[in-house]
């Protein structure tokens, strides 16, 4: 029989191979992705990985069920720092939560990936199921209208196509359109790869 140390020991792999999959994957992808690259990423043997996750897919839904845990968790938080109460208030709190948690690139680019992979029916349902979570949670919290939902939806799909494809560096007019007064504002992207270049 299992003991408490056992299972929170496995508890604790489990969780690290998670993370290290949402790591792994937004690099790589679902087809470029190995379990051997994901236990090499956690220090963990693919033999170990294997046994928690019997496949590559289940493996990838986990990594992508923990990723809409955290896009909800930052949406909490820039919910309770909100100055604003009104729903709009709450929004743009939310909005501005979602903005700094994807300056780490690894969550965004694990959507887009999964995104890219729908024709596999459990990627496509864990999708749905969390932009569901995500949805669901945003009515509940904030009290906007359908429209609104809708705009802040659309909005950070905007966030996810300019951030992907680096729109903030580019100096040309249809950049600078469709960057203009975003969190992901031009001036802040330079002083972070300034702020990089410093500690490289």
Same mark, same amino acid.
């Given at each position: 029989?299992?003991? &408490? $140390?056992?299972?929170?020991? *496995?508890?604790?792999?489990?969780?690290?191979?998670?993370?290290? /999959?949402?790591?792994?994957? +937004? !690099?790589?992808?679902?087809?470029?992705?190995?379990?051997?690259?994901?236990?090499?990423?956690?220090?963990?043997?693919?033999?170990?990985?294997?046994?928690?996750?019997?496949?590559? &897919? $289940?493996?990838?839904?986990? *990594?992508?069920?923990?990723?809409?845990?955290?896009?909800?968790? /930052?949406?909490?938080?820039? +919910? !309770?720092?909100?100055?604003?109460?009104?729903?709009?208030?709450?929004?743009?709190?939310?909005?501005?939560?979602?903005?700094?948690?994807?300056?780490?690139?690894?969550?965004?680019?694990?959507?887009?990936?999964?995104? *890219?992979?729908?024709?596999?029916?459990?990627?496509?349902?864990?999708?749905?199921?969390?932009?569901? !979570?995500?949805?669901?949670?945003?009515?509940?919290?904030?009290?906007?209208?359908?429209?609104?939902?809708?705009?802040?939806?659309?909005?950070?799909?905007?966030?996810?196509?300019?951030?992907?494809?680096?729109?903030?560096?580019?100096?040309?007019?249809?950049?600078?359109?469709?960057?203009?007064?975003?969190?992901?504002?031009?001036?802040?992207?330079?002083?972070?790869?300034?702020?990089?270049q410093e500690t490289a």
């Amino acid at each position: 029989m299992p003991t &408490e $140390r056992t299972l929170s020991t *496995a508890e604790h792999r489990r969780t690290i191979v998670v993370s290290s /999959a949402i790591a792994t994957f +937004a !690099r790589h992808g679902f087809r470029g992705t190995r379990i051997a690259d994901v236990a090499q990423h956690a220090g963990i043997s693919p033999a170990y990985v294997s046994k928690l996750f019997s496949s590559k &897919e $289940r493996l990838f839904v986990a *990594a992508l069920d923990l990723c809409y845990t955290r896009i909800v968790e /930052a949406l909490e938080r820039g +919910a !309770r720092q909100a100055e604003d109460p009104s729903p709009t208030g709450l929004l743009l709190g939310m909005g501005g939560a979602y903005a700094r948690l994807i300056e780490d690139r690894d969550l965004m680019m694990l959507q887009v990936h999964a995104q *890219a992979s729908t024709d596999r029916p459990a990627v496509a349902e864990a999708v749905r199921r969390g932009i569901g !979570r995500v949805t669901d949670y945003v009515i509940a919290r904030s009290g906007a209208g359908a429209t609104d939902i809708q705009y802040f939806m659309a909005f950070g799909q905007l966030c996810h196509l300019l951030t992907s494809v680096d729109a903030f560096s580019v100096d040309e007019k249809w950049a600078d359109v469709l960057t203009d007064s975003l969190r992901h504002s031009k001036a802040a992207h330079r002083a972070r790869l300034a702020a990089e270049q410093e500690t490289a």
